[in-house]
């Protein structure tokens, strides 16, 4: 327990930043250590509440967050990690792995052609968007100026985010890799609000789905308590530098951990018996 402890702790802090939420880190992590894929992705579950619990305050104090977007795409990712939930505890083991590993490597490729972007250029806004007054300002201490930013695609993000909602539902994960992906490449948000947001959502996406999890007997308090621990300390530290480090080493960071994440699954899946 103490391990899984600290463990958790430089997970909750790298979750925080990335936007990943923590549990995308963990759940292989638990996985090499021979827990099984089913009982780490629930347990994975109750650790992304506890991340979204100690980053998305300092975000929100920030005016990083946009939570105007956030309790927009939180109704579809909700309504997609029940869905997913409920999958999960029918299927095969070894697809879980391969599905996981996919569904990185989705976010890994939109990402990777973006690293050279610091910030968003002004994108025009479709009517649902404009309707919807997703817009919003924060101050980014690392380039020293306040950043203005509008988002567009209003609708098509929220398709993705009912993807990002199954998947997170499915896989035990915040899907902060995608919801990241689907916020920067669909909406148009910077890096920081990106991860920001991501983090803020994650914590209702992983209520929705770790109640059925609990139903179904597949959540042990054992392994939960200690991450959920954990990684709200680490997180609650990562929420306070965030805005210290530039967008583009963010990003990097983010696509490094996605990486190995994906290596590390595909070969569970593969080597599993």
């Not at 139903?215 to 805005?243: D, K, Q, W, Y």
């Not at 080493?249 to 080597?271: A, D, E, P, S």
């Amino acid at each position: 327990m103490i391990t899984i402890l600290i463990i958790s702790i430089i997970v909750g802090f790298l979750g925080a930043l990335t936007g990943l939420g923590g549990a995308s880190i963990l759940i292989p992590i638990l996985v090499w250590s021979g827990v099984p894929v089913k009982y780490a992705i629930a347990s994975g579950m109750v650790a992304i509440i506890a991340t979204s619990s100690g980053s998305a305050a300092s975000y929100v104090r920030e005016r990083i967050t946009n939570v105007k977007a956030a309790f927009y795409l939180e109704i579809f990712t909700v309504m997609g990690a029940i869905i997913g939930a409920t999958i999960t505890t029918l299927i095969a083991p070894r697809l879980l792995y391969f599905l996981f590993a996919g569904f990185l490597l989705t976010s890994f490729y939109g990402l990777s052609g973006r690293l050279r972007e610091d910030f968003p250029e002004t994108v025009r806004q479709d009517m649902l968007s404009e309707w919807l007054e997703l817009e919003g300002s924060y101050y980014d201490q690392a380039a020293g100026k306040e950043v203005e930013y509008k988002m567009t695609n209003a609708g098509f993000a929220a398709v993705g985010m009912l993807i990002a909602g199954l998947a997170a539902g499915m896989l035990g994960i915040g899907a902060g890799a995608f919801k990241v992906s689907v916020h920067e490449l669909l909406l148009k948000m910077p890096s920081k609000v990106s991860s920001a947001t991501s983090n803020f959502i994650i914590g209702m996406t992983a209520l929705a789905g770790v109640s059925v999890y609990f139903a179904s007997g597949l959540l042990f308090v054992g392994l939960a308590a200690p991450m959920a621990v954990g990684v709200t300390i680490g997180a609650a530290v990562g929420g306070r530098v965030l805005n210290r480090f530039p967008n583009r080493v963010i990003r990097y960071l983010f696509l490094v951990i996605v990486l190995i994440l994906i290596l590390q699954m595909l070969y569970k899946g593969v080597t599993l018996q």
